[in-house]
């Protein structure tokens, strides 16, 4: 599965920013699809998935409430839609999948990435 996320951006705190993330190649819809977010010099943060039947979502308890995650397996697509974003948000965001079935939040659980797209939120 190759990953492309999209989307980031700069906003000002309080807006919103919706990410995508295109995949391509076979079986996407077998795979937990996870968001992260990282700032330099710190590790990579989990921030939301949801899993490949889309009944379970998990959030970090950072966004829960602001972020929202979804996917259309039939067109190879995951979102993370911001709202109310504050300037804690800002980092690289990056989609990951993972074949775990369960509550996947950290980094070596998932095997395929996308290269990552920056979300700027200015105060």
């Known amino acids: 599965v190759q990953l492309q996320a999209s989307g980031g951006g700069s906003v000002q705190s309080g807006g919103s920013l919706r990410l995508s993330c295109a995949a391509s190649?076979?079986?996407?819809?077998?795979?937990?699809i996870g968001w992260f977010r990282q700032v330099p010099g710190n590790e990579r943060e989990f921030v939301a998935e949801i899993s490949w039947n889309t009944v379970n979502k998990y959030y970090a308890d950072s966004v829960r409430g602001r972020f929202t995650i979804s996917r259309d397996s039939a067109n190879n697509m995951a979102y993370l839609q911001m709202n109310s974003v504050i300037p804690e948000d800002t980092g690289v965001y990056y989609c990951?999948?993972?074949?775990?079935?369960?509550?996947?939040?950290?980094?070596?659980?998932?095997?395929?990435w996308g290269q990552g797209t920056l979300v700027t939120v200015s105060s």
């Open positions: 190649g076979p079986n996407f819809s077998s795979y937990g």
């Open positions: 990951a999948a993972t074949p775990t079935t369960g509550w996947a939040i950290r980094p070596y659980e998932y095997h395929y």
